[in-house]
């Protein structure tokens, strides 16, 4: 399946439960968020839905034309979109940082500085919201990032853990393939 099928299978869906967890968490009014891995946007629509500022990455060009495809003047005007892999960009300072299903994809080389420059972007009440993998992923092998629940925890220590599920399953992709999923969906605060 090509990109265009993945993209034709997830626009139009609803945001992510992650994000909308860490938008109810959120108490002050709507702020900057960047969304990394955006994909067609059902995250990045939601936040500006909401009346949020947000940067959208995508390193697939195609993802980004549909995200504006759906956004009218209002929205276009706080929405900034970059097309690259959000590894190698310096992250600007955020009020919430989410990546639904992305993360993994970083190459596990990568990962370190990545998740440093996620702590970076966040101050003190800044919320994370994403998925990672876990090492019973079908995905395990295939050279992206991939975490044991221990090394998860590590990475979230000194945060206010607000959700932290984890889910092991037989399920399809959005692809429509057969995948046995192990993920870690999480809701943290930065203190």
């Known amino acids: 399946m090509s990109l265009t099928e993945f993209y034709n299978a997830t626009e139009g869906q609803p945001a992510r439960f992650t994000l909308l967890t860490a938008l109810e968490s959120w108490n002050g009014p709507p702020g900057h968020a960047l969304d990394l891995g955006c994909g067609a946007g059902r995250d990045t629509l939601e936040l500006l839905r909401r009346g949020w500022k947000v940067l959208a990455v995508d390193a697939e060009p195609e993802a980004l034309a549909r995200l504006d495809a759906q956004l009218d003047d209002e929205k276009r005007q ?8 959000f590894e190698s960009m310096p992250l600007p300072t955020a009020n919430l940082v989410n990546s639904s299903f992305a993360l993994p994809l970083c190459p596990p080389v990568a990962f370190p500085a990545l998740w440093q420059a996620i702590c970076g972007a ?43 599920e984890e889910k092991e399953e037989d399920g399809i992709t959005a692809k429509g393939r057969n995948k046995h999923w192990h993920l870690f969906s999480v809701v943290a605060r930065r203190h």
């Open 122 to 164: 966040l101050p003190v009440g800044g919320l994370f919201a994403g998925h990672l993998f876990g090492e019973r992923d079908d995905w395990a092998d295939n050279g992206i990032t991939i975490l044991r629940r221990r090394q998860l925890e590590e990475l979230l220590s000194g945060w206010d853990v607000l959700m932290l």
């Open 78 to 85: 706080r929405l900034q979109s970059r097309c690259c892999r």
